[in-house]
């Protein structure tokens, strides 16, 4: 069979938001779920982001999708499977007396830790709070080029929250009546300037093999982007070895802790890295492109993003595009379905409307919505 291979072929909740217990079976072409707003069509995507490492596709906490009311538990459970062989049983959940440690099954058995899963799939995800990206404040751009160096580096998360607990430990010093203990300050910057190192490393990585699979990619609906990006360590690590950067971070911090305590934050780091993004071949920036534009260069990013995982790890991630139909005409549509019927990895779609997906044919599987259960929607045309 040509089409993607690899994918959810059963995917189960218990009392995950709107689902008190919903299951489906399903092989591994592209998925799409329609039914009215509300219904709970982002709650099965989101759902499915949890199978990642991460915190999901809304960002929230491991007790919001706990459904209400409830008795504060929820589990996903996934079979995944490549070439029609099951390659894991996976199950992510939060137990009723955890308040806060997510527990991870594979095959049946307690995963060694949170990053075990990132051996059998990667995911990622475009959702309409994303239509702003470039429009909006630098941390969704942050977060995008973050999660996509996660598909790289299951590591970076951790070399993250590492460099933001250290940052908020000295935040926390900076805001103090007295000074701060210079040895003490001087080892959190040091830290954080270690940290930096791996963030920014790892991010210049992602951005040189995602250029590329950009390259590669051929002339289609979706807009090449030209990216780059905008941050000091970043700057700085292009230019010069680790140690030069890890000396120019802390003597920056070190000559910044008066202005950084008055501003209540530290003002410069790769916290504040930013991405830059233009559309090529118009050579203009992407928050000037009209709205379908922007759309269409962020599909074009996702997709080369899919094919740079595809082509480095074997495995294509698994992609959940939320609304992806809105804002992409019938033309786009028609070659992001048929992007999404060769690539390896499965994709998820949602709508409210079957119409807009009806170019798929055969080629995908239909999935109506309805009172928390997730049924196959045979109904032709
Ligand atoms: N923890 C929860 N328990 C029960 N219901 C919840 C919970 N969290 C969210 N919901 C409900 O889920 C519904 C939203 O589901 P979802 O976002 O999946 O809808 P949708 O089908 O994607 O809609 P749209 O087409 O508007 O995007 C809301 O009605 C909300 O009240
Ligand atoms: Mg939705």
Known sequence: MSGPSFGLTRLALSSFRTYAAARVDLDTRPVVLTGPNGIGKTNVLEAISYLGSGR?????????????????????????????????????????????????????????????????????????????LFQEGTTGRRRFIDRMVLALNPAHASA?????????????????????????????????????VAIAASRIELISQLEVAIANEDESAFPKARIALEGIAEAALSNGSAADVE???????????????????????????????????????????????????????ILAHARMIENLTGRGPILLLDEVAAHLDAERRKALFERLTQQHGQSWMTGTDRAFFESFGEAAQFFQISDGKIARDSEKG
């Open 160 to 196: 993250v929250s590492s460099y933001e607990k250290a940052m908020r430990q000295r935040n926390a010093l900076l805001a103090e009546d007295a000074p701060p203990d210079p040895a003490w300050i001087s080892a959190i910057e040091t830290k954080m300037a270690e940290d930096a």
């Open 56 to 132: 999901g596709l809304r960002s929230a906490t491991l007790q919001e999708p706990c459904r209400q009311p409830g008795e504060g538990a929820w589990a996903v459970a996934a079979q995944l499977s490549d070439k029609g062989a099951i390659l894991a049983d996976i199950g992510i959940g939060l137990a009723p007396a955890s308040r806060a440690t997510r527990i991870v099954r594979i095959n049946g058995a307690p995963a060694s830790g949170p990053l075990a899963v990132t051996e059998y799939l990667s995911l990622s995800w475009l959702t309409p709070a994303m239509d702003r």
């Open 247 to 301: 000396k120019l971070l802390t003597d920056s911090w070190q000559a910044g802790r008066h202005r950084d305590s008055a501003a209540g934050r530290t003002l410069d780091g790769p916290h504040r890295t930013d991405l830059s993004v233009w559309h090529a071949p118009k050579d203009q920036p992407a928050a000037q492109c009209s709205t379908g534009e922007q759309k269409a260069l962020l599909v074009g990013l």
